[in-house]
């Protein structure tokens, strides 16, 4: 597993991003433009320290700084981009590299003591810094199709990651990942996939919009790509806790979606229709589903061939199963004994394991223990399914699930 390597004391990625200058000098008035002649949309290098010196400037990826390899003392990031600085030539991570937010003035300056930077690159999210945008996933082939969790068709079962700065990215299984969204989704609060709502036998992906509460469907169009999209849900839906795409519960042929409502901790269960819209709802839970903070539709876990429910109880960070029954959920059955909320997602991707049965992938939050120390975000942890339901031990998969907005 790579680690990240960061290079010291004034580079700490997210201090500058975050706004937190090291150094707002003295007696420059706040108002000086361009107060080290740093003009907007460079980044810049300084042969001393405190913008001192002579400057280096640039906004291009510079594969070979020559002769200010290890000159530069102190420098600005006036991009709207993430500049990653190397210590090594052609940005090899390995060595150590910095990862700087834009500035939030000219006087934003930070020192390199010593200095070490070779090679300058700039990039969208700071895991570009070191690696592709997306995660690497990779997934067996199932045997046979378990009709979610697969949006290419390929029997090797996908996830969706989107990133910081709102890109959404497909992954096919195979390590490789691909851009399906190139902008605007952090606008949405909510991300769903499961199952076939426009009836065309491709799984699609639901989306809820922060800022008008609307549902939208986005077909999936058998490649992994995403179709224009159709209102299904024309307000209100910030009302709900959850929503939670969920294949067909009632039995109808059809995928159906449920949602926690805030006000009240009803679950509803919201059909799909023939028409590719969502029926009138149906109440399936009486109340007290607001003590969950995650459900997932995980397909069928227990083979009986109707889709079941996680759910994690935030008080106690246990995972339920939830199995379906007929336009209904059954008793509750314990799924995972506690320290869930460790995780900052829960992806149910059908099965990953190449068994035929579902399986279900976690990626951590910053609560997670290594050797029992908290403060080990970004893991994706593995989960095969038994097939009764339950799930086998978590495997610590994969480390560089880190700086990433979601996943579905
Ligand atoms: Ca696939
Ligand atoms: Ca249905
Ligand atoms: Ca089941
Ligand atoms: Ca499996």
């Keep these: 597993m790579q680690k990240r390597f960061m290079r010291g004391v004034a580079t700490l990625s997210g201090l500058m991003a975050a706004g937190t200058v090291l150094a707002t000098m003295n007696a420059v008035p706040a108002a000086a433009k361009d107060v080290y002649g740093c003009t907007v949309g460079y980044w810049c290098g300084w042969s001393g ?3 001192n010196g002579k400057r280096y400037m640039t906004n291009k990826n510079v594969a070979d700084l020559g002769a200010w390899s290890n000159k530069i003392h102190s420098h600005v990031n006036r991009t709207k981009l993430i500049a990653c600085t190397y210590d090594a030539k052609n940005y090899v991570p390995w060595d150590g590299y910095g990862a700087e937010g834009p500035a939030s003035s000219s006087l934003a300056w930070s020192s390199d003591n010593p200095a070490t930077t070779s090679s300058i690159k700039f990039v969208r999210t700071e895991r570009e810094c070191i690696q592709p945008a997306y995660p690497s996933w990779v997934a067996e082939t199932t045997p046979k199709a378990l009709g979610f969790g697969d949006m290419n068709g ?3 079962a996908d996830i969706i990651a989107r990133d910081k700065v709102g890109r959404l990215w497909f992954t096919s299984g195979n ?3 691909r ?7 952090n606008g949405m609060n909510a991300l769903t996939r499961h199952g076939d709502f426009s009836r065309d036998g491709r799984e699609d992906l639901i989306a809820r919009e922060a800022s008008t509460g609307k549902l939208w469907l986005y077909p999936g169009t058998g490649t992994g790509s995403l179709g224009t999209r159709r209102l299904i849900g024309s307000s209100g839906w910030n009302g709900m806790r959850t929503i939670t795409a969920f294949g067909d519960l009632t039995g109808d042929g059809r995928s159906d979606l ?7 901790g009803k679950l509803y269960l919201y059909p799909g229709t ?3 819209k969502l029926g009138a709802r149906k109440l399936i839970g009486s ?9 997932v539709g995980m397909g069928d876990m227990n083979g009986d061939g109707r889709p079941d429910l996680y759910a994690r109880e935030a008080a106690t960070g246990k995972l339920w199963l939830y199995p379906g029954r007929s336009g209904a959920l059954g008793k509750r059955v314990l799924a995972g004994t506690g320290g869930w909320n460790a995780m900052a997602g829960l992806i149910a991707p059908g099965d990953f394991s190449g068994d035929g049965r579902a399986d279900l992938a976690a990626v951590t939050n910053d609560k997670y223990k290594i050797g029992g120390y908290a403060g080990n975000p970004g893991w994706l942890i593995t989960y095969r399914g038994r097939g009764n339901g339950l799930l086998l031990g978590g495997q610590r998969t994969d480390g560089e699930w880190w700086g990433l907005n979601g996943f579905c």
Excluded at 259 to 264: H, I, L, P, R
Excluded at 287 to 295: E, S, T, V
Aim: charged residues 10%; aromatic residues 6%.
């Design 154 to 156: 390929d029997l090797k």
């Design 274 to 276: 023939s028409t590719g």
């Design 175 to 177: 390590g490789a990942g």
């Design 287 to 295: 109340g007290g589903w607001n003590a969950m903070n995650a459900l």
């Design 49 to 51: 320290e405190a913008g």
């Design 179 to 185: 851009l399906i969204g190139s902008g605007g989704w």
């Design 258 to 264: 449920i949602a926690v409502q805030k006000s009240t």
